[in-house]
């Protein structure tokens, strides 16, 4: 089923192209489709964001594992995520693959907010709960969600608030995943006007798009995550790029942290020889919090996007990037192309436009199939690095694995 609705849209990704450069007046006539579709996903995004991340903070303080080797692991996470982030930051203002290319600003209403130390801070406070609804404002709904779930840990009727949270959770999700069948339509939609209203140039723009993320991926696999491993452990890099990549093609085909759970720890049990009490606590952690495809994505997506619509990222606007990307990386919906939603939650909240993300739907699922490979093996290498620094296990593990 997931994968015809792919090979869907991308039909409709094509048909839209194609109606866009033989039929331009159809496609803007047929442009509503494509704003209801978007404003679906507008409506989704504080409440998905808020039970999300309530219940992940929630879990998270809730593991029943001991408090160094949480913070170890997190700690780690945390570092990975940064240096992705930053990483591909640098290659993408290097690059600048949208240079060449500017939408009309004129078609988007709002600028990018010109932030400042004191008015980040202020605005994480909203003087009421329903104007932070209201103004569909993420990131004070990020530090409530934040605080609720960190709250709910320490009361004892915390699990049953949870249960209720969770529940809601679920709602949003099955309601997102009717949302989400309407992709197709949105993508037809928004592709074919874009293209009516800009030409055909835009095609090779979201070439550069898959281009860059593939090469700041690659990059981050080959420097944040295989060459820290292989100074700390010692590793052959060739050896531990031939017994990591197994699950390579279980991520690129189905673009699932989740799915390719089974393998992830299969790879880092037997392959690697770490201990069952470290991977079942890193790896399934590594699901929920660690995403670093999260970081390629966001990083790329935002500066990508403000290049696009020629706005300036600022010191404090990038660092607001940074601390979003982190926080609303955990938010993350279990279905099918969910990224499309946290994406577009990312840029909403940046005050990006969100005429970009029709097409970035069309071609999502090309760029989760190398988001999911840097996911899994930035949660490998995280459990090799925290299972190294385990005094117990150094001697045993470097003899009987990374020598031979």
Not at 122 to 142: G, R, S, Y
């Amino acid at each position: 089923m997931k994968k015809k609705f792919n090979i869907l849209i991308i039909i409709s990704l094509i048909l839209g192209i194609i109606l866009g450069i033989y039929l331009p007046n159809v496609a803007k006539n047929i442009s509503f489709l494509g704003t209801i579709y978007v404003n679906l996903l507008k409506f989704m995004i504080i409440p998905i964001v808020f039970t999300s991340i309530t219940v992940s903070i929630y879990n998270s303080m809730k593991l029943k594992t001991k408090t160094h080797l949480l913070l170890k692991t997190i700690l780690i996470f945390t570092i990975m995520f940064i240096s992705t982030f930053v990483l591909t930051s640098i290659i993408v203002a290097i690059l600048n693959p949208a240079s060449s290319y500017k939408y009309d600003i004129i078609l988007w209403q709002g600028e990018l907010t010109k932030f400042n130390i004191s008015d980040i801070i202020t605005n994480l406070f909203p003087n009421n709960f329903i104007t932070m609804i209201e103004n569909n404002a993420v990131f004070p709904t990020i530090i409530f969600s934040v605080i609720c779930g960190i709250a709910s840990s320490k009361i004892n009727k915390g699990p049953s608030v949870i249960n209720i949270i969770d529940s809601f959770k679920e709602l949003f999700n099955k309601i997102l995943e009717y949302i989400m069948y309407l992709t197709p339509i949105g993508v037809f939609s928004l592709i074919s006007t874009t293209i009516a209203n800009y030409g055909t140039s835009i095609i090779s723009l979201g070439a550069k798009y898959i281009g860059v993320a593939y090469l700041c991926s690659v990059i981050a696999i080959i420097f944040v995550m295989i060459l820290p491993v292989c100074l700390i452990t010692k590793i052959n890099p060739f050896t531990y790029i031939k017994k990591i990549s197994k699950v390579w093609l279980i991520t690129m085909t189905t673009c699932s942290s989740s799915a390719t759970l089974p393998y992830t720890i299969k790879v880092c049990n037997e392959d690697l020889g770490i201990s069952d009490k470290v991977t079942d606590m890193v790896v399934p952690l590594g699901c929920t919090i660690h995403m670093c495809g999260g970081a390629v994505s966001f990083a790329l997506l935002g500066l990508f996007c403000s290049h696009l619509f020629g706005i300036t990222i600022d010191i404090p606007t990038y660092l607001l990037m940074l601390v979003s990307a982190t926080l609303i990386n955990m938010a993350a919906p279990g279905i099918p192309n969910g990224g499309i939603v946290i994406g577009a939650t990312y840029i909403s909240l940046l005050g990006i436009p969100l005429t970009f993300i029709g097409f970035y739907s069309g071609i999502y699922k090309v760029l989760d199939m190398i988001y999911t490979t840097l996911n899994v093996t930035g949660d490998i290498s995280a459990n090799v690095i925290i299972n190294h620094s385990l005094d117990k296990k150094k001697s045993m593990w470097y003899t009987n694995y990374i020598k031979n």
